[in-house]
């Protein structure tokens, strides 16, 4: 889930960029989520186990220094990953730099699929330091896995590029659709295949050719078409593609070997081949763009414990202090939690006895009044959220929060 909070809300342009990454996101995000001045950080972290959210992406902007900031929690616990956005652009900047733009509404089919995560310039999990480690797991954690004998070629058509300077540590994230174009075929097919899923192409002039082969069989016949760029500094792949061809029944074949073929579970209808064809891959920008820089990690949901800092580094003895100051804040959220716990117990008691002294009533013959029993039915109407132990940092809401996030830069 993709979400912006507090002082953010009120800048249009963020709130650009955060629906570009739902788009980007898709297909496992809600684009349609609409936030409300009053909700809270908590609000969201309540609701992510009933709706099942694994991620919550945080976009915020300081009220003090007016930088944006982008964080990464995993549900229900944590960690989070806490970054700077340092520079972005949106979709439209993007396609507008472009000479050939790619114009690809919310609902394409191209959003059909996740994106193809891609990561350069990071180091190996087995020898990179733990905070580098962290940050890649939860980057292929956001995205589901790919099983090269399962996963269909077809049907990656967007790639997520995470870019790692390895002299300043940013991160750039860009983001491509996948075209490809046939190779094997001549230029006139080509255009004959495009036209089948772009019909705001033209039809070809057939009013000088006698014959549609003198368009196929001959490469300078243009036939009204338009010039069309060329792929050849594109690289070309070989792609294995399932075609599903009829199958050509033989009129010499008996019933009998036609229903012996039907018991071993051979269909005549259709047959499925798979071949080989030659294809050059292309990848267009359509945005967005973020350029991050990594600030903190937590080990809570937006709180905790600091695992790793980029700009303070601390000394042993502070970290047992902050360990020490960790484990006291542990064992008071334990108490208000048995706290919170016996206040439930005591209500439901309290709601039983009184439940049991009307059915009382009634049996003696007594009359209830009514008050009471729409009294009893809003109280089990209504859900008790007290057993809900958040953290103090969200119980505290998001403005608050973001001050103690960043407040160190300052």
Do not use: W
Not at 282 to 287: P, Q
Not at 315 to 322: G, H, L, P
Not at 375 to 396: A, G, L, T, W
């Amino acid at each position: 889930m993709v979400i912006h909070l507090g002082t953010a809300l009120e800048n249009h342009v963020l709130t650009q960029l955060v629906r570009d990454t739902r788009n980007m996101m898709q297909p496992h995000t809600a684009i349609r989520l609409r936030e409300r001045k009053a909700n809270k950080l908590k609000d969201f972290v309540v609701m992510a186990g009933p709706l099942g959210i694994t991620y919550l992406m945080i976009f915020s902007q300081n009220e003090k220094t007016g930088s944006t900031h982008l964080r990464f929690s995993s549900m229900p616990r944590g960690p989070t990953i806490s970054f700077k956005i340092l520079e972005y652009s949106l979709c439209k900047d993007v396609t507008r730099i472009q000479r050939n733009p790619k114009s690809i509404g919310a609902g394409a089919h191209e959003f059909i699929n996740p994106p193809l995560l891609v990561m350069n310039g990071f180091t190996n999990p087995k020898d990179a330091s733990p905070d580098e480690k962290l940050v890649v797991t939860m980057f292929q954690n956001m995205f589901p896995p790919i099983s090269p004998l399962e996963t269909k070629v077809g049907t990656i058509r967007r790639v997520l590029l995470l870019n790692k300077d390895k002299e300043t540590g940013e991160i750039e994230l860009r983001h491509y659709v996948i075209d490809t174009k046939l190779v094997d075929v001549s230029k006139n097919v080509k255009k004959l295949i495009n036209i089948k899923s772009h019909l705001n192409k033209k039809l070809p002039n057939l009013s000088q050719t006698k014959d549609v082969a003198d368009i196929i069989l001959d490469p300078y016949a243009q036939a009204g078409f338009t010039s069309d760029s060329e792929v050849e500094d594109d690289a070309v792949v070989e792609v294995n593609e399932e075609l599903d061809l009829p199958k050509v029944m033989n009129k010499e074949v008996t019933r009998d070997e036609i229903n012996d073929e039907d018991e071993e579970g051979e269909g005549h209808s259709e047959e499925r081949h798979s071949m080989k064809r030659k294809k050059a891959v292309k990848l267009t920008e359509i945005g967005p763009r973020m350029k991050l820089g990594l600030v903190k990690i937590e080990d809570g949901v937006c709180g905790g414990k600091v695992l790793y800092h980029s700009q303070f580094r601390k000394s042993q003895s502070e970290i047992n202090k902050m360990e020490q100051r960790h484990a006291l804040r542990k064992k008071e959220k334990e108490a208000r939690r048995k706290a919170q716990a016996a206040n439930v117990a005591k209500k439901n008691e309290k709601k039983m006895a009184k439940k049991q002294r009307r059915e009382e009533r009634r049996k003696a013959g007594e009359e209830v009044e009514s008050s009471d029993e729409e009294k009893d039915s809003s109280d089990d109407e209504m859900e008790d959220y007290s057993d809900f132990d958040v953290s103090e940092d969200v119980e505290n809401g998001s403005e608050n929060n973001e001050d103690k996030l960043f407040d160190e830069e300052e």
